[in-house]
């Protein structure tokens, strides 16, 4: 079932929903199974940094038809587009991309406001939602292997700025920066609860946590009961694929179809766990 942003968030309350990028339509059916399987709305998405390699012009109509079949609420989300990318997010809004992630965070506040509002006035027009992004997250979206220290040195989002954001901006959903960062980590990052519950009291839309490959199962449970209702999940899904390559490394036969099969169980398995993890469930 295709939807916007804010319906597929609102239908995984009181827990969070996820948001998998993907890099091909193998990919995404792996997270479209998953949910379907456990009823559980999801957000299948495409990082900005991917879009023209991954040639998603020609890609996102077998998405869209995919998301459709789906016995679930799904949106497809353009993530992490830059102020640069106004281009890109037209193009994808033009495609049937229900969902636009702005990431303005490097700008100086006015001019982050200014870019996310121009972005929400164009998403309305199409019926589509938008997540503005307050305080960076470390690291790039959709590179795994950026090895991270904990980022315990980057600011955290200020609650009153992130009331001023949302109601300046008209935004549906806020990424904020609570500790975590992109790509895969050196150590279990510290998860600031206070900076979400802060934040959640200071604005009524869904808060987001990018950045989850590899932040322990009790910081996201900490996590999602303090009020984030989204959660990225990506460079977990490139180990994943990853694994099943090194798994063939000694394989003399030409199986390739076996190949993408361990693959998407692989991929199906793991967006299963965290799916599970983000709606609060405990098994
Ligand atoms: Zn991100």
Redesign the pocket.
């Known amino acids: 079932m295709k939807r916007d942003l804010a319906d597929v968030l609102h239908a995984a309350k009181p827990g969070a929903a996820g948001c998998f990028n993907t890099l091909n339509i193998d990919m995404a059916l792996s997270v479209l199974d998953a949910a379907e399987n456990l009823s559980r709305g999801v957000i299948v998405g495409i990082a900005s940094r991917h879009f023209d390699d991954m040639r998603a012009g020609l890609r996102a109509s077998a998405y869209l038809r995919a998301i459709e079949a789906a016995a679930v609420p799904a949106a497809l989300h353009l993530?992490?587009a830059t102020p640069e990318q106004f281009d890109m997010i037209r193009e994808a809004l033009d495609l049937g991309f229900t969902s636009i992630m702005i990431d303005g965070s490097h700008l100086p506040f006015d001019e982050n406001v200014e870019i996310t509002a121009r972005v929400v006035e164009l998403a309305r027009r199409y019926g589509a939602g938008v997540e503005g992004e307050l305080g960076a997250?470390a690291g790039e979206?959709g590179v795994a292997d950026t090895g991270h220290d904990a980022p315990a040195a980057l600011p955290y989002t200020d609650a009153a700025e992130a009331r001023r954001f949302v109601e300046q901006t008209g935004v549906d959903a806020l990424a904020i920066a609570v500790g975590t960062a992109?790509g895969l980590y050196r150590e279990s990052p510290h998860i600031s609860l206070d900076t979400i519950e802060a934040a959640a009291n200071a604005v009524s839309i869904p808060l987001v946590m990018?950045?989850a490959t590899g932040v322990g199962d009790i910081a996201i449970r900490g996590a999602v009961s303090r009020g984030i209702r989204k959660i990225?999940f990506f460079s977990g899904l490139l180990q994943a694929g990853m694994d099943e390559v090194r798994a063939c490394a000694d394989a003399t036969h030409n199986d390739y179809q076996a190949f993408l099969r361990a693959c998407r169980a692989s991929w199906q398995e793991l967006v299963t766990t965290q799916i599970l993890l983000y709606a609060g469930d405990t098994h």
């Open positions: 993530d992490h997250v979206e992109h990018h950045g990225n």
